[in-house]
C-alpha cells in the first residue's frame, strides 16, 4: 500500500524523488521520506517526516543534496509502528551501510528482530522494515553485492514484499526485489537514467520505456541499466516495453482534485475502452488480448468473478452481462473469500477477475487458487502488465488511463464496459449471438459515453443536495437488480470520501430490517430509474416516506410520477436496459464528491485508505 521510488542518473536525485512521490503519495499518507547518496559513495542523507509530503517537503527545503544523484523514496501507510519521524522509511542498519524502503509485511519480523538482537544489532524504530536492513547488513559487510545481499534476505522474510535498497558502499547502484503479491515494481529505462516505482504513475513523467519485476525478480539498478536474476541467483531476462498512457493524465489539470477530474473524464475514458474492444461497422468485438483464452471461451460451460471493493461491484454487474448474453451461468465472488475456499472449479470453468490496478493482493492470491484448480482465466485491468495480466490466459484492459483518487469511478465505469464486450465476446463463441442482435447490443453500447456527459452536465444540482443535507449521518441507498450493485458502489463512494454512513441494500431487504432505522431525520437515496425494478423500487419510496424519512431518487428523465413522489430527484438519460448501470452511478460518485467537499474532507486522501491495496 506504500509508495516506493528509486532514482539513479546524473541529476540530482532529491527533486526527482520528490516529484515522483506527489505521484504515488495516494498509496499512503502517514509519513514520507527520502535516502539521498553521491556518486562516490560517503555518507547517506536521509530525511523523512510523520505525515503528508508537505513536511518532508518543508524540512528538504534546508537540504543541499545536488551532488547527490542516486535516491530512494517512500510514502507510509502504516502498519507495523504508529506514524512517526522514527517510523517513517528509508530506514538503515545500525552501520549505516545499507538503506531500505518497503512495501508490505514481514510476517516473521518478531523472530527476525530478536535474533538480530541477539547478535548485537540495535533497532530504532517499531517496523518490520528496519530488519531487512540489518539482515542485509551483514551480508554486505561479508563481501557480497548489495544484490546478492538483498536476494539472500528476502529468501529469509516470510510474507509478501517490494523493497529498494542502496549503500554507501557500492554507490550508483539501487537494487529491488518483489516476493509475491505486495505490489508490483515498474522500472523506467530512460536517457542516462532509471527510475523505479511502485506503479507507472511516477515512472511515466521521465520515460515510457519500462520492465515490471516479476514474483521473486531481483533487479541491480544502474543509470545505463538494469541487470535481473531469479531467487537462485540465475540471471533472467525481463522484457521492455512502450506504455502508451499520455503522461498529461496524470495531472489536475483545471480540477481542484483528481476524483473530479476523473469522474468528469468518463465520456472519454468510456469512448477509449470501447473503441478498442468493439467496432461497428461491421460489428465486431476484438479484445485483442484475451491470448490463449480466446481458443478455450465457446467449452466455458461457468464463470466466476471475483474482485474486491469497486472492483467487485463491477463483477456483479458483470455477472449479469454473461448471464444473459452468453448463457453462462455466472456466479460472483469477494476475492478475498474465495482465496480461502476450496472452490469447486471444473475443466470448463472460466474467472474473470477485475482489479484496475491489478496489484490487489487478494485478487492475486485468488487466481493463484484459480490457478491451481485449472480454472481459464480472464482478467479486466487498467494497468498494462500489471501482475494479474501475468497471471491469467488473457486480458480485457480498460482505457480509462491513471487514475489517481483513491476513490475509483472511471475505472468502475470503463470496467462494466470491458464486461460487458467480454460477455459478447462469450456470447458468440458459445453461438447464442446473432448478427441483427451483436449489432444492436453493439450500438447500445457506443451510445453510453453520451449518456454519461449529460448525466454530468449540473454539478450545481450536488452542490445544493449536499448544502441540505451535509450534516446526514447515515445514508440508505436502495437498488434492485443491476441498480443494487449501483446501489453498493454509491454507499462505498460516500462512505470512503465523506465518511457518511452509507450502506447500499437491495431494495426487497428493506421491510426485513433496515426500515427500522427510518425516521425523520434519515436519508434515503432510490436508484429508481426505469429499467431498476421502477415499480417496486416506487413502492419502498413510499414505505420509507410513510414513515417521514426523506427520500431522493435517481431516475430515468422525465420521470413525472417519481418527481412528484420523491423529496429531490436527479435525472439521468435513458440507455439501454443493460447499460444502465453505468449512468446510474454518477449521480452518487458526484453526490458523495460535494458531500465530502461540503463535509470538508479530503477528497483525494481519505482517511485509513490507499489506492492499492498490497497487504491483507
Ligand atoms: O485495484 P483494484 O480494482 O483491485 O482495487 C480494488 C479495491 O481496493 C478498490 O476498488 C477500492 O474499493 C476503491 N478504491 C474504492 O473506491
Redo the contacts with the bound molecule.
Keep these: 500500500m506504500c509508495g516506493i521510488v528509486g532514482y539513479v542518473g546524473t541529476e540530482p536525485a532529491a527533486p526527482v524523488l520528490l516529484s515522483a512521490l506527489h505521484d504515488l503519495e495516494y498509496r499512503g499518507y502517514d509519513s514520507a521520506g527520502i535516502a539521498v547518496l553521491e556518486p562516490d559513495g560517503g555518507v547517506v542523507s536521509i530525511t523523512k517526516r510523520e505525515g503528508k509530503l508537505a513536511n518532508l517537503e518543508a524540512a528538504l527545503n534546508a537540504l543541499d543534496a545536488s551532488a547527490a544523484t542516486t535516491g530512494i523514496g517512500h510514502t507510509r501507510w502504516a502498519t507495523h509502528g504508529r506514524p512517526s519521524d522514527i517510523n517513517a522509511h528509508p530506514h538503515r542498519s545500525c552501520a549505516g551501510e545499507v538503506v531500505v524502503i518497503h512495501n508490505g509485511i514481514v510476517e516473521n519480523y518478531a523472530e527476525l528482530r530478536a535474533r538480530l538482537r541477539a547478535e548485537g544489532h540495535e533497532f530504532v524504530s517499531e517496523t518490520d522494515t528496519e530488519t531487512i536492513a540489518h539482515l542485509m547488513e551483514g551480508l554486505v559487510k561479508s563481501g557480497r553485492s548489495l544484490l546478492d545481499a538483498l536476494r539472500i534476505t528476502c529468501s529469509q522474510l516470510e510474507g509478501s514484499q517490494a523493497i529498494l535498497a542502496m549503500s554507501p558502499t557500492q554507490p550508483g547502484i539501487i537494487v529491488a526485489a518483489r516476493v509475491g503479491n505486495a505490489g508490483g515494481i515498474v522500472l523506467g529505462y530512460g536517457k542516462d537514467e532509471m527510475v523505479l516505482a511502485s506503479d507507472l504513475a511516477a515512472v511515466l513523467p521521465r520515460t515510457r520505456q519500462v520492465a515490471f519485476l516479476a514474483d521473486g525478480q531481483v533487479a541491480e539498478i544502474t543509470k545505463t541499466g538494469a541487470r535481473y536474476v531469479n531467487e537462485h541467483g540465475s540471471p533472467v531476462d525481463v522484457p521492455v516495453r512502450e506504455i502508451d498512457i499520455d503522461p498529461a493524465s496524470a495531472l489536475k489539470g483545471q480540477y481542484p482534485h483528481f476524483m473530479l477530474k476523473e469522474i468528469m473524464e468518463q465520456p472519454e475514458s468510456l469512448s477509449d475502452t470501447i473503441q478498442s474492444l468493439v467496432s461497428q461497422e461491421p460489428p465486431e468485438v476484438h479484445c485483442a488480448d484475451l491470448g490463449p483464452a480466446e481458443a478455450r471461451l465457446a467449452s466455458i460451460d461457468r464463470v466466476v468473478l471475483i474482485?474486491?471493493?469497486?472492483?467487485?461491484h463491477a463483477a456483479m454487474i458483470g455477472r449479469r452481462f454473461i448471464e444473459e448474453l452468453a448463457g453462462i451461468p455466472a456466479e460472483v465472488d469477494n476475492a478475498s473469500e474465495f482465496r480461502y475456499r476450496d472452490p469447486i472449479l471444473g475443466p470448463n470453468a472460466l474467472v474473470v477477475s477485475?482489479?484496475?490496478?491489478?496489484?490487489?493482493v487478494d485478487?492475486l492470491e485468488a487466481m493463484n487458487v484459480a490457478r491451481a484448480a485449472g480454472a481459464l482465466q480472464v482478467t479486466i485491468c487498467?494497468t498494462q502488465g500489471a501482475q494479474?495480466t501475468r497471471v491469467a490466459h488473457g486480458t480485457v484492459y480498460t482505457r480509462a488511463g491513471l487514475e489517481r483518487?483513491?476513490?475509483?469511478?472511471k475505472?468502475?465505469t470503463t470496467?462494466i464496459a470491458a464486461l460487458y464486450a467480454l460477455a459478447l465476446r462469450l456470447g458468440l463463441a458459445k453461438g447464442r449471438l446473432g448478427p441483427g442482435e451483436l449489432r444492436e447490443r453493439i450500438q447500445d453500447l457506443t451510445r453510453v459515453p453520451d449518456a454519461v456527459g449529460r448525466a454530468l452536465d449540473d454539478m450545481g444540482v450536488y452542490t445544493r443536495l449536499a448544502d441540505q443535507y451535509h450534516e446526514a449521518e447515515h445514508l440508505l441507498v436502495l437498488g434492485r437488480g443491476l441498480a443494487f450493485p449501483v446501489a453498493l458502489e454509491g454507499a462505498?463512494?460516500m462512505k470512503?470520501i465523506s465518511y457518511v454512513h452509507a450502506e447500499g441494500y437491495a431494495a426487497g431487504e428493506m421491510k426485513h430490517g433496515p426500515i427500522a432505522l427510518i425516521d425523520p431525520s434519515f436519508l434515503t437515496v432510490a436508484i429508481a430509474t426505469t429499467h431498476a425494478l421502477r415499480s417496486k423500487i416506487v413502492s419502498n419510496i413510499e414505505q420509507v416516506q410513510a414513515r417521514g424519512g426523506r427520500v431522493i431518487a435517481v431516475i430515468t428523465e422525465g420521470d413525472a410520477h417519481v418527481t412528484r413522489l420523491a423529496d429531490q430527484c436527479i435525472e439521468i438519460p435513458a440507455v439501454a436496459p443493460l447499460l444502465e448501470p453505468i449512468v446510474a452511478t454518477v449521480p452518487m460518485q458526484l453526490l458523495s464528491y460535494a458531500m465530502a467537499l461540503r463535509r470538508g474532507c479530503d477528497v483525494d486522501q481519505p482517511r485509513n485508505?490507499a489506492?492499492?491495496?498490497t497487504v491483507e
Design positions: 474482485g474486491m471493493g469497486t472492483s467487485l477485475v482489479s484496475q490496478s491489478g496489484e490487489t485478487v487498467n494479474t483518487g483513491v476513490a475509483s469511478t475505472c468502475f470496467a462505498l463512494k470512503e485508505l489506492k492499492t491495496v
